[in-house]
Structure formats: structure tokens, C-alpha cells
């Protein structure tokens, strides 16, 4: 195993075909965020096992992760535990967003090699440490957590934690799809990212998640995540083209790969690869104690840290949350 | 005949005798820099201390709401409040957390853990999971129907608790961090808690970004933001087994908080009594008044924050780039 391991999401199995495997050591197979997403791996039987099937065959030792219903009803859990039962020992991990399927996947099936997803609103080592019994081995954590809380939470915690490392954020996960509130027509005709705006401000409505428009970026940081022993990084890839997931692979990796080795990284060069990659800009903000669409860093035109700190001064400030 | 608890909120002092008086069983405040409200309408534990001795003489309970995503390097002072918290009196916390309420059950085990509808809990499994590490009773979200909750009550075999008002929010609530994302700031009390100011889901004011006058591709869209009222389905949901209707209101006036607890003590104590020949038309006239009331409280709040909302959009730095 390598010391690091970039992961990405693909929602389907033509896009999984597209995907540069030599890139990635773990594929997250599905769209946990819509059900209804066409032609999505994670609904099908037949998919997840052609799926597993053309992974394995490129490369025996990328993991499959298998992905589930972020938010099942009552109604949904039918078909998607069923669905689980016949296929949970055909796939190498299964990342779970939802308490209920992590029990039953747990309790129910025995299965432990469990990844909690990014909805599943993981803040701190406690919380980890209770899931632990649950069968997670590796989870994401909130975005809106800082550096110094990520760290703690690695340093204290018994399960490895995945880095959000870029791509559209994930901000918030709805009962109804957006999307076919704004437009008429079938899924496989009207389904694609809608960027919705105020003044400044921009979402990226994916039809039940809601997503940054702008691309989350630790780019001018890894070296310091890898340094601090974090081995997990993934890319956001759900509803991104095959070309964006792969070029920023691509960056990562080769970033990843000098930083480890010593070799002299073209870091300059490679951010400017990644800057064209990007259509709304760039943000990390939560990283450093501020909104998250803030962009903390000496690159990409970058707020510097350090005045981002200055204000902060503690006590005195109650009247301010109202 | 089947006992149903009304829970009424606990604001202030007064709000919480006028609860008391006018028939609630329980009365849930929200302890000051750990629940989803604002410091105004957060209680000191000298306050909640003052609370439990009225609802000793009414022979009524207290519950603290410290439902917020605190953490990982507050969990000292978090025990540190949840032990003076006993010591005072109250009978049950309303968390968030599953650390917490793992934390909690495991330092003060005479208290009653209730989950906050902010963890999402919404199916069966769901419920099953948290009663498995200890929780007591659940807030249900208020996407939910009837059916739904019966069936998580009936096969969780947990207590459930569902708000009689509420609205839902364009996500489900517990799952959005789109006011963090364009505001979050850190910043600490006199007893050291971190505000999180802009993050409702760590305790800072939520600046309701989902009220922003969004468009696409030029055109104004809304994104949906729900009244949630049970007036007219009450007796199905008394049929789906709740344990527990909850009033929210913490922000209100406490005269209408007294009304409002006096009118639903009322229509539940005739829909009990009277199973089959309940006549819902009755109360008609004087839920359209009490509603009235409610709304233009709600509406103050409204205007708040939408100007809040466009105040923030001057000031939010915009990335640089792009």
C-alpha cells in the first residue's frame, strides 16, 4: 500500500470506465446523494457487480467502496437493505452517511469494514469512538471543522479519517429534488448541476444535495497533512466530468508523490493546473476558524493566515450572536 | 387513559411559569452557549436552577436542550455541565451528538437522554441505533408523516417526540451548513464555550442563507422553506403513538407560549377522551387566532433575518479570485 490513497465518487458505470484508476487507490461506486440519479451504480445489483468486476480487473488491489442511501425513509430502507444483504460481501468497504443502515450493516449483517460519508455529520473523537463498535474503520469528518479539531480527532481517535482534499463541497441534503422544482422533465433529460445565485453568493444544487459552487482546495497544504501522518485524501467527484476528476487526480497525486519522495515538485506549475480546473474559484476557509467559501493561503490569491487570526480575541463578544 | 406529555419552551423565567400554570408537563430551555438559539433566549444554570424549583412545586419537569455539534476539545467543559446540571435537577438533555449521548449516559445515568431532531433520525433504523446507545426518547424531524412515525416507534420501540409548529427547512435540519459557509466565526464565552458564531448546527445563529432572494439563469427561484402545523392531522398523529408534543417557540412571547399550552392541552385531553366522536371544527376558530399570533411573532423574526441576510452579503469577502 502506498502512503497515500486518493479516492474519488463515480456515479455510474460509463463514467467509471473513464476514470484514470491508476490514479486512485479507493472507488467509491454510486451517488449516495440521489436515488433516482440515472443509471446509478449503487441502486443495481447487476451495476455494483459489474462494477466491482472492472475495477478488480484493472487492478486487484483498488478498493471498492460501495456506496448507500445518504438519507433512507422508512420506504427506502426496503430495497436498500435488501439490495445490501445480496451484495455487502462482494465489495471491499461500504461507506454509510445514515445511523440505521451503519447498525444494520453492523448488527444486522457482521459487515466492519464500514466508512462513514460526509453526511454523516461527524464532529468529534467520541463519536468516532462509539461508531468504532459499529463496524467504521475510516471516516470523513464535517466540513466545517478546523485543522487544529481534525487533528485532535486523528490523534484521539481509534478510526482513520479521510481528507476532504477537492472538489465541490457538500453543504446540505434535502427530501425533494431541486432540480425538478426549477425545471420539467424526466431525470435522464433535466439532471445536471444547477448554479443558483444571490449577489454574490453561489450553490451548486446537484437536486437533493446542495453543493459549493466553488471547489474546496488543500492543495498548497498536503505536504503539512502528510507530514502530520493523514493518508486518506479523497476528490470530489460526483457530478464533475471524468477529465476534471482525473486532471485533479492527476495534481494530487503527483504532489503527493514528490512531497514523499523528496523530488523537487513543479508546485507552482502544478497550481497553476489546478487553478484552470476550476469555473466559480477556490475555498478552505473552515480549515481556519472562517466561512467556509473563504480561501485561507498564499496561493491562489489567498487571504494570509495570519491576518485571518488577528481578530480573534476571546470573551465579550455574546451581543454578536444575535 | 393514555397520559401525552406537552413539552413548552423555557425561554425565559416567565415563559416557563406561564407554561407550567397552563398545563404543560415539561419545559425544555436551552443552556446559554449550547443549544440552537441564540444567547437572548439561552438560560444561565442559575436561571434553569430557578425553573426547576417552579416545576417542583407544579410537580413538572425540566429538560436542557445542549443540542449543538460542539467540540472535540469541549467535552471537559461539557461533562463539567451536564454534572452541575443534575446536581440542580432538571430530569432529562436534549442532545445532538452521538458521543455526547453515549458521554452522557455514561456520567449522569439517572438523566434521560432525548435526541435532537438536529441528528436527523429518520427511519426505523435510525431510531433502533440510537436507542442502542442509550437514548431515551426522539425528536422527530418534521419531515415526517404519521405513518412513518408509528412505524419507527413501533419497531425502534423507542419514545418519540414531535413539534406540533414548526417549519421545515429547504434541507433537512442537522444536515445544512450553508450559513457557516458564508459566515462562521470563532468566538468564546465567560465559561470558555466557542459560539460558533454563524453555525446553527454548533450553536451560533443559523442567518437562514436559504431565505436569500436566489436566482437561475436570471430567473427568481425559491427554495422551499415549509410551515410544519399538525392542528388538522392531530388525532392521527396522537394515533401514531407520540409520547410527547413539543412547542417551539423559545423566542416568542411567553403570554402566547401560555395560550398555545393551554389550547393543546385542551384539543389532546378531547381527542384522548373522545377517540372516535373527536370534533376538530370546534377548536377551529381559536387555532386560526392563536396561529395569527404566532405568525406575527414569526414574521418579526422573518424580517430580521432576511435583512440580515443582505448585510451579510455587503460584508462577506468574496474569494479574490474569480
Known amino acids: ?322 | 387513559m393514555r397520559r401525552i406529555e406537552i413539552l413548552a419552551p423555557g425561554g425565559n423565567i416567565e415563559m416557563a411559569r406561564l407554561a407550567f400554570m397552563n398545563g404543560a408537563n415539561s419545559v425544555y430551555v436551552g443552556l446559554a452557549g449550547w443549544s440552537r438559539r441564540t444567547r437572548e433566549y439561552e438560560l444561565t444554570f442559575d436561571e434553569i436552577r430557578e425553573i426547576v424549583e417552579i416545576a417542583d412545586k407544579y410537580g413538572k419537569t425540566v429538560r436542557v436542550a445542549m443540542n449543538t455539534n460542539f467540540s472535540s476539545l469541549e467535552y471537559p467543559i461539557f461533562v463539567s455541565a451536564i454534572r452541575k446540571l443534575r446536581e440542580i435537577g432538571v430530569s432529562a438533555l436534549i442532545l445532538n451528538e452521538v458521543g455526547a449521548c453515549v458521554v452522557a449516559k455514561e456520567e449522569v445515568p439517572d438523566l434521560e437522554v432525548h435526541l435532537s431532531a438536529g441528528s436527523n433520525a429518520i427511519n426505523f433504523e435510525d431510531a433502533t441505533f440510537y436507542r442502542s446507545i442509550g437514548v431515551d426518547m426522539i425528536v422527530m424531524p418534521c419531515n415526517l408523516r404519521p405513518e412513518e412515525v408509528k412505524e419507527i416507534k413501533e419497531r425502534a420501540k423507542v419514545k418519540v417526540e414531535v413539534f406540533l409548529h414548526s417549519n421545515t427547512c429547504f434541507t433537512y435540519l442537522g444536515k445544512c451548513i450553508f450559513s457557516s459557509y458564508f459566515r462562521y466565526d470563532w468566538v468564546y464565552d465567560e465559561w470558555n464555550k466557542n459560539l460558533f458564531l454563524g453555525s446553527p448546527n454548533r450553536g451560533g445563529y443559523c442567518h437562514r442563507i436559504c431565505k436569500a432572494k436566489w436566482s437561475y439563469d436570471g430567473k427568481a427561484v425559491t427554495l422551499r422553506n415549509d410551515m410544519f402545523l399538525v392542528f388538522e392531522e392531530l388525532a392521527m398523529w396522537v394515533k401514531a403513538g407520540v409520547d410527547c408534543f413539543k412547542i417551539q417557540g423559545r423566542e416568542y412571547n411567553p403570554r402566547i407560549i401560555g395560550e398555545i399550552v393551554a389550547f393543546y392541552r385542551d384539543i389532546i385531553g378531547d381527542i384522548l377522551r373522545n377517540d372516535r366522536g373527536f370534533d376538530l371544527s370546534k377548536y377551529t376558530e381559536r387555532w386560526l387566532s392563536l396561529n395569527r399570533e404566532r405568525e406575527l411573532e414569526r414574521e418579526k423574526r422573518t424580517i430580521k433575518v432576511l435583512r440580515e441576510v443582505e448585510m451579510l452579503q455587503e460584508v462577506t469577502n468574496p474569494l479574490a479570485l474569480v
Open chain 1, 1 to 322: 500500500m502506498e502512503e497515500f490513497v486518493l479516492s474519488t465518487h463515480v456515479e455510474t458505470l460509463e463514467k467509471l470506465k473513464g476514470l484514470n484508476l491508476e490514479l486512485f487507490g479507493s472507488v467509491f461506486i454510486g451517488d449516495p446523494t440521489c436515488s433516482l440519479y440515472p443509471e446509478n451504480i449503487m441502486v443495481s445489483e447487476e451495476r455494483i457487480l459489474k462494477a466491482v468486476d472492472f475495477v478488480k480487473s484493472k487492478d486487484e488491489r483498488i478498493e471498492v467502496v460501495l456506496c448507500t442511501f445518504a438519507e433512507p425513509r422508512n420506504k427506502d430502507l426496503s430495497w436498500q437493505l435488501t439490495l445490501l444483504e445480496r451484495v455487502f460481501d462482494k465489495v471491499d468497504f461500504i461507506e454509510v452517511h445514515n445511523m440505521g443502515v451503519l447498525r444494520f450493516l453492523s448488527k444486522e449483517l457482521g459487515f466492519s469494514r464500514l466508512i462513514m460519508g460526509f453526511f454523516g455529520n461527524i464532529y468529534t473523537h467520541k463519536t468516532l469512538e462509539v461508531l468504532k463498535d459499529f463496524g467504521i474503520v475510516r471516516s470523513f469528518l464535517n466540513p466545517e471543522l478546523s485543522i487544529e479539531e481534525i487533528m485532535f480527532i486523528k490523534e484521539n481517535s481509534p478510526v482513520d479519517i479521510i481528507i476532504f482534499a477537492h472538489g465541490k463541497l457538500p453543504l446540505g441534503i434535502s427530501e425533494s429534488c431541486f432540480i425538478k422544482e426549477v425545471k420539467i422533465g424526466e431525470c435522464r433529460d433535466i439532471c445536471e448541476p444547477l448554479v443558483i445565485e444571490s449577489a454574490k453568493w453561489k450553490l451548486a444544487s446537484f437536486g437533493f444535495a446542495t453543493f459549493s459552487a466553488k471547489d474546496w482546495n488543500i492543495f498548497e497544504y498536503t505536504g503539512a497533512f502528510l507530514l502530520k501522518g493523514f493518508k486518506y485524501f479523497h476528490i470530489q467527484g460526483l457530478r464533475e466530468r471524468i477529465e476534471y476528476i482525473n486532471k485533479v487526480a492527476y495534481i494530487y497525486k503527483k504532489v503527493c508523490s514528490d512531497l514523499i519522495s523528496g523530488r523537487d515538485s513543479q508546485f507552482e506549475d502544478l497550481a497553476k493546473e489546478l487553478l484552470e480546473t476550476t469555473r466559480y474559484g477556490f475555498c478552505n476557509g473552515y480549515l481556519f476558524r472562517r466561512a467556509g467559501s473563504r480561501y485561507v493561503g498564499r496561493l491562489f490569491g489567498g487571504e494570509e493566515p495570519q491576518t485571518v487570526y488577528a481578530d480573534e480575541v476571546k470573551g465579550g463578544f455574546r451581543d454578536e450572536k444575535d
